[in-house]
């Protein structure tokens, strides 16, 4: 069974400051892709990024990237110029590339903005 | 945004009362599915459908039931609701079935049983 492992609960940055999160995750299938999630204070689930296993090249989204580290099952997501409205609990999440249609999570990082 | 209502978006209840949940798209996705999502266990799979009168379990499917009688709507059944069923529920749906389409979400009901 594939699991995803998020090591902050919590996080605090700067505005305008640089902030990584990290995920690591477990699978044994080689084709899956991998997305990070923003959940604001109004509970509104918001995608904020995906990344195909197959593609060596890391995504990116305006402010937001991904360290994608393949062989080491690690995903983090780094956000730039941090802002305000970045204030969120961010969850890691995982689906496999065969008939598995099932999204796991992470337990989520609580990422503060501080200004 | 994906057109995703859920139905009540609050409900307070006692235990065990049915409750049934709704999930309606305008999308006309074919996958549905439910998520609970609890403090500390980020969101886990309830179940999940992918065409009409077709689903399967997910990860805590215990104490729940689904049906999809329309491409539209899937609905989510606590046949004798628990206080341990007290949680937060999403709905999400997808065109495809895996990471290809991300799985975009409703608003989510906020279940209390008393």
């Known amino acids: 069974a594939q699991t995803v492992t998020q090591s902050q609960p919590e996080m605090s940055v700067q505005e305008a400051e640089t902030v990584t999160l990290s995920c690591t995750y477990d699978t044994s299938e080689n084709n899956y892709y991998l997305f990070w999630y923003k959940q604001p204070p109004s509970r509104q689930m918001i995608l904020v990024i995906r990344q195909e296993a197959y593609k060596q090249q890391n995504a990116t989204e305006n402010r937001f990237s991904v360290n994608f580290q393949k062989a080491a099952k690690s995903f983090s997501l780094k956000i730039s110029d941090s802002q305000l409205g970045d204030t969120a609990m961010y969850f890691c999440a995982f689906i496999g590339g065969g008939s598995n249609y099932k999204l796991t999570f992470g337990k989520g990082t609580l990422l503060t903005v501080n200004p | 945004d994906a057109g995703i209502t859920q139905s009540p978006r609050h409900k307070v209840t006692e235990t065990g009362t049915p409750v049934t949940l709704r999930c309606h798209q305008t999308e006309n996705h074919r996958y549905m599915y439910w998520y609970r999502q609890d403090p500390g266990h980020g969101l886990r799979l309830i179940h999940y459908?992918?065409?009409?009168?077709?689903?399967d379990k997910g990860e805590v499917s215990d104490g729940y039931s689904v049906s999809r009688s329309k491409t539209e709507d899937f609905l989510l059944t606590l046949e004798s609701a628990t206080s341990s069923q007290t949680s937060v529920y999403f709905c999400?749906?997808?065109?495809?079935?895996?990471?290809?389409?991300?799985?975009?979400f409703g608003d989510g009901t906020r279940l209390s049983i008393l």
């Open positions: 459908s992918y065409g009409v009168k077709d689903t």
């Open positions: 999400a749906i997808s065109d495809l079935g895996q990471g290809e389409q991300p799985q975009h």
